[in-house]
């Protein structure tokens, strides 16, 4: 009866802990998940403290680039990935371009050109340091301050 006592309390504590853990970090925002509005129109993060980062992007004509406006992160520097948006979830990745500190005017080649009319993503991802951006390796870049991934949503047009 002891072991079965003691097994038990330590997976009501372990599940416990992952849900109070889960609470300190979201602190209940919600602010990171996308709206459908906010997917419609172009939109920028806020940069914050050192070790916050954020990217600007702006709707633009369909092609096999994506220009990124400006992305500011502390060195050394992160992957910038265009991804599709599908229902409001990220889809795809089309291309990442690795950005080593604050830059202006970036191009991102892309495997698959953009369509008109859709919807896309800039996502911020850390390096690992391998040389090469691999989606379900390198992780998505949080910001420090709120706890929330940096992203900014943008549509093509013809």
């Not at 990442?96 to 830059?103: F, N, V």
């Not at 080649?109 to 391998?130: C, F, M, V, W």
Request: charged share 15%; aromatic share 8%; net charge negative.
């Amino acid at each position: 009866m002891t072991k079965a006592f003691s097994a038990n309390s330590f997976i009501a504590g372990l599940m416990l802990g992952v849900v109070l853990t889960g609470a300190w970090f979201f602190k209940g925002d919600l602010s990171a998940m996308p709206t459908p509005s906010s997917m419609l129109s172009s939109a920028t993060t806020t940069p914050s403290a050192a070790e916050g980062g954020s990217v600007s992007v702006h709707d633009q004509p369909a092609g096999d680039a994506v220009t990124v406006e400006s992305v500011t992160v502390p060195p050394p520097g992160v992957w910038v990935a265009v991804r599709e948006v599908a229902g409001g979830d990220l889809g795809n990745v089309l291309g990442a371009a690795r950005i080593s500190g604050p830059r202006s005017a970036v191009s991102i080649p892309l495997l698959r050109a953009t369509e008109p009319g859709h919807s896309y993503a800039i996502q911020l991802y850390r390096d690992d340091n391998n040389g090469a951006f691999d989606v379900s390796v390198n992780s998505v870049y949080v910001d420090f301050d709120t706890g929330a991934r940096v992203v900014a949503y943008f549509s093509t047009t013809e």
